[in-house]
């Protein structure tokens, strides 16, 4: 009787449990769009909190992403994203591709960052990171190539398709990352030296130089 007694105990207070996390995730995605632009901040970070959680919360950050009047809960809703872990669907890939684009350069940031911590990135999100590489703000450009070496292997090709079309300043960037994916670019060899001998710009062919020298070392080691 008392093993039942507590087995049942149990149960309720699991059953409480989950009813109260249920709860308090409707309540977070409700505040989402309250006129109070505090309840609308802390909903944000309460979410974020949560994480896999709170991952159909996710669409509910979406409309913020996008429109928005705060920068602050809009720079938190985008890093909220990055937390979740959502499914990457359409709307969800446009909206941080279009927040990656923003004049605000903590905005841009935001999206780099969101980008990053996601564990499957599909074209449109290798994409939207690419093109943060030639970004006018360096730490963005740092979050970036961040963001390609966590990428690996998966994201070399899209660096190279990149370079032809590449600003001086941003075929350094690329290069540069190239050259901190190691071992994992080693299929850009071939490019990395045509352009080492041919590039008009002598920081270009610095920096190919030396991604040059780091990934065949490193294969050499292996």
């Not at 913020?64 to 872990?85: F, Q, Y």
């Not at 905005?107 to 996601?118: G, L, N």
Request: net charge positive; charged share 30%.
């Amino acid at each position: 009787m008392d093993r039942c007694r507590l087995s049942l105990g149990i149960l309720v207070i699991l059953s409480l449990l989950l009813t109260t996390g249920c709860s308090s995730l409707q309540f977070h995605r409700v505040q989402l769009s309250s006129k109070d632009v505090n309840k609308r901040k802390e909903a944000v970070v309460s979410l974020s909190l949560m994480r896999s959680k709170a991952k159909k919360a996710s669409e509910d950050l979406i409309p913020l992403i996008l429109h928005e009047s705060d920068p602050e809960v809009r720079r938190l809703a985008i890093e909220a994203i990055g937390n979740l872990k959502p499914k990457i669907t359409r709307e969800l890939s446009d909206a941080l591709m279009i927040a990656s684009n923003d004049e605000d350069v903590h905005i841009r940031r935001a999206a780099v960052i969101s980008a990053e911590q996601f564990d499957f990135f599909p074209y449109t999100i290798i994409a939207l990171i690419q093109k943060r590489l030639g970004d006018s703000d360096q730490m963005v450009r740092e979050l970036a190539m961040s963001a390609f070496e966590k990428i690996g292997k998966l994201g070399v090709h899209s660096l190279i398709r990149a370079l032809p079309r590449a600003t001086p300043e941003m075929r350094v960037t690329i290069i540069t990352t190239l050259g901190r994916l190691g071992e994992d670019a080693s299929t850009a060899l071939v490019k990395l030296k045509e352009v080492q001998s041919k590039d008009s710009d002598e920081r270009v062919r610095e920096a190919a130089s030396q991604a040059v020298r780091v990934i065949t070392q490193l294969t050499a080691v292996d």
